[in-house]
């Protein structure tokens, strides 16, 4: 309709007097659109939609039957009334007419009269049309706007219904929804079975109810969604039931929450530790059994509606206040420790932690007395090993100091009477006192070394080259080497750059000695240095009598020497600990091995390389 409120007729004839006659005849009546093609036809029935069609049947480029079938074929025109003018009145035209959907025929010339007559009686019917797709779409709209999904289905489950929502959650247009199972089509088979039991149920009402059921729907990409169904059986005027309303809303991400809060609450009650949700006013609206029990209570009941400052001491509730909550409220959590009181008043040590939820807070408590307890008992042992620590350390300063003073002092003058003393009888007796002095001094020594190399966690390193530090221990070695007739072959030449402590250099004096001390007469001593990826491993091999497999691993243990040697070699039997404890400090391993060149040992330590 337009502002003057009259039908619009569109005349559609390739003649233009024609047009004009038609329009003579209607346009007291109606608002008569004129177009001379049926390109020019369809442009203004897309455009302005008018009410009727009249149609010229005979037109060059595009006739009145295709003209007349573009119109029904759309679903915006379809139901604008078509009436085919036409000279041609043969039984073919007029069946040609029907098939494209023609409305009416009027038979050229066109009577006045009857040409009123049929545009009056066509508008009467597209009025009639119009009113009720206007209350149709009014309906559709009101179902349409509403937040859930709603669809009809008939007896025999198919769909007859089905409003935008229901459309959304499916996934689907209209066309393929409407006239499908609703069972068959988009219920899951595992819950086909009671969705058709509910159905039936709908069915037998009988009105007396809305009926509630959750069952999933299969969308068009092949998820599941979880709806609420609430169902109501539709009957017709008679009262005669004729098939089921359904409407429901998606409840899937719902359904997740309430599971996910069940995990939660499930963890929370199988939680060893005490856990609570407390409001903006401190009262418990939630406690585990941990939490009741911690405090002892018999049951989480006996907590709810209560306020949290029962479980503690005024002095607690002070220090919360005054400390503890400001902290809170600026951060929104907070961790400490506090003292607990139970229901028979006894007090505990507890962990606690506190978090910000919704306005209130949740409180994590973990009973920690006994911790406590061996934090106390750790800390008497620590004592104890302090008070340890320093009578070694006494022990130590002993060692070095008023020990070793006096038996230097018994070292010189035993030096000085063996220089003086003639007779063989009184040497031999002054030699026997020398030379365990000497072995007590070196004792001595070697305690005093081995109790501040445990002491030490760590040393500083520099890179330092290997071979002029063993070059070195060789020298100082030289008349041990003589005494015993000792051929040294060493076998490391060039550079070998390492990080190490000038304290390394006591290894190797310990490995060759040992080798000069435990080789026989005339024998060889090696010394050899091998490249193993990122680290030297430095080796001293001697001809000597080797060492068995059991007590290869014994003889780095402090005070430990092997039974036959001692009767032949005197020592302190801390060196070869004192080696280890030296090369760990570097980081880097110490071990024995049969000498694999011939009869002995072969004692090696591995450094970083620099």
């Known amino acids: 309709m337009t502002l003057s409120d009259k039908p619009r007729v569109l005349v559609v004839d390739d003649e233009p007097m024609n047009v004009e006659l038609l329009q003579a005849y209607l346009s007291e009546d109606y608002e008569v659109l004129p177009a001379y093609n049926g390109h020019e036809a369809l442009d203004i029935v897309f455009k302005e939609l008018p009410d009727i069609v009249l149609l010229d049947v005979m037109m060059p480029d595009i006739n009145g039957y295709q003209v007349c079938e573009k119109i029904k074929s759309s679903e915006i025109t379809q139901f604008i009334p078509v009436v085919l003018v036409t000279a041609l009145s043969g039984r073919e035209d007029r069946l040609r007419g029907i098939e494209s959907q023609a409305d009416d025929f009027l038979t050229k010339p066109v009577d006045r009269l009857e ?3 049929r545009v009056k009686s066509l508008f009467r019917i597209k009025s ?4 009720v797709i206007m209350e149709r779409d009014q309906a559709q709209n009101y179902l349409d706007v509403a ?14 219904l089905i409003n935008k929502r229901g459309l959304e959650i499916l996934g689907y247009g209209e066309s393929e929804v409407i006239g499908k199972n609703l069972m068959e089509q988009f219920i899951p088979d595992s819950s086909r079975s009671e969705m058709e039991i509910h159905f039936l149920n709908s069915l037998n009402a009988s009105g007396a109810g809305s009926t509630y ?3 999933p729907v299969i969308t068009k990409n092949s998820e599941e969604r979880m709806v609420n169904w609430y169902s109501k059986p539709l009957t017709d005027e008679g009262g005669k039931v004729i098939g089921v309303l359904f409407s429901g809303q998606d409840i899937t991400i719902r359904k997740k929450a309430e599971e996910k809060l069940r995990e939660q609450t499930h963890a929370m009650e199988a939680s060893v530790d005490g856990m609570a949700i407390l409001d903006e006013k401190g009262i418990y609206n939630y406690v585990n059994a941990a939490h009741a029990r911690i405090f002892g209570y018999d049951n989480p009941r006996e907590l709810i509606g209560k306020k949290w400052d029962l479980l503690y001491n005024p002095s607690q509730v002070s220090l919360f206040k005054s400390t503890i909550l400001p902290e809170f409220k600026k951060k929104g959590k907070w961790q400490g420790e506090l003292i607990g009181r139970r229901k028979d008043d006894s007090t505990f040590f507890q962990e606690i932690s506190l978090t910000a939820f919704d306005k209130g807070l949740i409180s994590v408590v ?14 008497d042992y620590a004592a104890r090993l302090k008070s340890s620590n320093e009578l070694k350390d006494l022990f130590t300063d002993i060692l070095r100091h008023d020990l070793l003073n006096p038996a230097g002092v018994v070292k010189g003058f035993s030096d000085m009477l063996l220089n003086e003393e003639k007779d063989e009888n009184k040497r031999y007796k002054i030699q026997l006192i020398d030379n365990n002095i000497t072995r007590l001094i070196e004792m001595i020594e070697s305690a005093a070394k081995f109790a501040k190399l445990e002491d030490m966690d760590k040393l500083e390193f520099k890179s330092m080259d290997i071979g002029p530090i063993l070059s070195n221990v060789v020298k100082e070695l030289k008349p041990q080497l003589s005494a015993k ?8 030449s060039g550079t070998y750059p390492a990080v190490i402590n000038p304290l390394i250099s006591g290894v190797f004096t310990n490995f060759i000695s040992n080798a000069i001390k435990y080789g026989p007469s005339g024998s060889v001593v090696t010394v050899d240095i091998m490249d193993i990826g990122d680290e030297w491993k430095i080796m001293i091999s001697d001809q000597g009598e080797g060492i068995p497999d059991m007590d290869k691993d014994l003889i780095f243990n402090r005070f430990q020497r092997l039974a036959e040697k001692k009767k032949a070699v005197k020592g302190s039997g801390l060196g070869l600990a004192i080696a280890k404890r030296i090369v760990e400090l570097h980081g880097g391993g110490i071990g024995v091995e049969d000498n694999h060149s011939g009869k002995g040992s072969s004692f090696w330590a591995t450094v970083k390389k620099a």
Do not use: F, G, P
Not at 373 to 379: D, M, P, R, T
């Open 115 to 117: 040409l009123k007559m």
């Open 128 to 131: 009639l049309h119009d009113n």
């Open 147 to 160: 937040a859930v999904m709603m669809l009809a289905l008939d007896c025999s489950q198919n769909i007859t």
């Open 213 to 215: 059921y959750e069952c």
């Open 366 to 379: 973990r009973d920690i007395s006994k911790r406590k307890e061996v934090e106390s008992q750790l800390n």
């Open 485 to 492: 007739n000792i051929t040294l072959d060493m076998r490391a």
